[in-house]
């Protein structure tokens, strides 16, 4: 019998609209605060750094459906459908009576996923008459799909790279000044918040948090000029809802339903893009599907993180979010996942969390790069450093549904690739790469100097 191996959808049947999960959800995320007031954040506040129709979209709390505008649908369409693939390969290797399939975001022109929300914030930044933005980027994923998207609509775009990774991927930043961004190490000398860090702290080689509070800066202090951010926040998840609105049509296709969803965690949104529609199967029809973050063990927010009020950044500019938090000044270890090294998730996942309907998992370094081997070698696609730790999670959970006997169905994201982070590779294949231990210690102290506000 032939077997089909991968799922794609026509244009006709992309998603037109996206979906908002806390239109659903029993308990919603607590209000963002206002630093200075407490107070829950208005739509005006939020404008002073974000676009309009982002702001309008984060606080939405009673729309589950948003209209996905005609432009972004159009570029989405130079990539979308994203393939959902039957993982044989994999499976095989595996001895595993699971079927394992995997969205495979890799396959955007910069890839990975985030592509889906740079289209839509720069579409809206432009419709509103933003001439300039500003972001930050870690592994470089990020500005890439921005620079991209800018470049797109017309906008003008600087982009904060945390230090240790524009060192560590140079050819990150080619792409991001390919595209035509200004591309500037983080922390600078660029803005105060760059300045006050490297004062006291001249070698550091950046944090997600840091380069955030760089072009949180620049935004407010340059007229026309509108911040964009690559995760945490819940419009960029909402947009990323394009995965798995594809994935349940293209489950269906392959005549299965999935008992297990699981998405790699740097701030939430291709967990999120991909677990939000199935889980609204649990939310409105009583299924009882499985969903599972994965996360690095030296970043591990979900498990080992507060629920607490905390910045989005290090130097305290973004509002005040409910979130799983190892607290904003913590200094992740330099592992090569660099989209993962954030130090809190976004206000709905941790929600989420906290009540049950999800659960985080912890990868070593060294698993998360033999998990990526083996499918690589098995699948023929190098995974992004990020998603190896979605594939350790697949591998997990088909090996135990072997231990146990048991057929089951795994899905998981395929964030993006790993061509540009060979690097990487080359230093797990020389032995050189390591695990990073955690104290409890470490997190204590970071944790225990946020106000606490719940
Ligand atoms: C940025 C990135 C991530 C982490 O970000 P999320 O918002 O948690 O999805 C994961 N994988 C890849 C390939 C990325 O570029």
Not at 59 to 88: F, G, H, Q
Not at 130 to 150: H, M, P
Request: hydrophobic letters at 35%.
């Amino acid at each position: 019998m032939d077997k089909q191996k991968r799922f794609f959808l026509t244009e006709n049947e992309i998603p037109t609209r996206w979906y908002n999960i806390v239109a659903d959800m029993k308990n919603k995320p607590l209000p963002m605060l206002n630093p200075k007031t407490k107070k829950p954040i208005t739509l005006d506040e939020m404008t002073v750094i974000f676009n309009r129709a982002c702001s309008e979209q984060e606080l939405n709390t009673t729309d589950a459906w948003i209209e996905i505008p005609e432009e972004v649908r159009e570029l989405y369409k130079n990539y979308r459908s994203t393939p959902l693939v039957r993982a044989y390969g994999l499976e095989k290797a595996l001895d595993t009576p699971a079927h394992i399939y995997f969205k495979n975001e890799s396959v955007s022109p910069i890839g990975s996923h985030k592509l889906n929300s740079a289209l839509a914030q720069a579409y809206y930044c432009k419709k509103e008459g933003v001439t300039n933005i500003t972001t930050e980027t870690g592994a470089g994923q990020w500005g890439t799909a921005l620079s991209y998207a800018a470049k797109a609509f017309g906008l003008e775009l600087a982009v904060y790279m945390v230090k240790v990774s524009y060192h560590q991927k140079p050819y990150r930043r080619s792409i991001m000044q390919t595209f035509g961004a200004q591309v500037i190490a983080s922390p600078s000398m660029s803005t105060r918040a760059g300045k006050d860090i490297l004062t006291v702290n001249p070698n550091y080689q950046g944090s997600l948090g840091t380069a955030i509070s760089e072009a949180v800066e620049l935004a407010t202090q340059t007229p026309n000029c509108k911040y964009v951010l690559g995760s945490v926040l819940n419009h960029v998840t909402l947009h990323q809802t394009v995965i798995g609105l594809e994935a349940e049509k293209q489950m269906e296709m392959a005549g299965e339903y999935p008992d297990v969803v699981i998405g790699c965690f740097g701030g939430g949104s291709n967990f999120g893009g991909i677990s939000f529609p199935f889980m609204r199967h649990n939310l409105l029809e009583g299924k009882n599907i499985e969903f599972l973050a994965a996360e690095p063990a030296s970043c591990p927010k979900l498990t080992r993180g507060i629920f607490q009020y905390d910045f989005g950044d290090e130097a305290g500019y973004t509002p005040m979010m409910p979130m799983f938090t190892l607290g904003h000044d913590f200094q992740p270890a330099h592992i090569h996942a660099g989209g993962l090294r954030y130090h809190g998730a976004g206000t709905i996942v941790s929600q989420l969390l906290k009540d049950g309907l999800m659960k985080g998992v912890d990868i070593p370094q060294l698993e998360s790069f033999k998990a990526a081997t083996l499918f690589a070698q098995t699948e023929g696609i190098i995974p992004a450093p990020e998603s190896a730790h979605a594939i350790a999670t697949a591998i997990r959970e088909a090996n135990k549904a072997k231990e146990e006997g048991k057929q089951k169905n795994i899905l998981f994201c395929l964030s993006g690739h790993g061509l540009i982070d060979m690097t990487a590779y080359d230093q797990y294949n020389a032995g050189d790469l390591t695990n990073y231990e955690l104290p409890d210690e470490v997190i204590k102290a970071n944790v225990d100097k946020l106000e606490k506000l719940i």
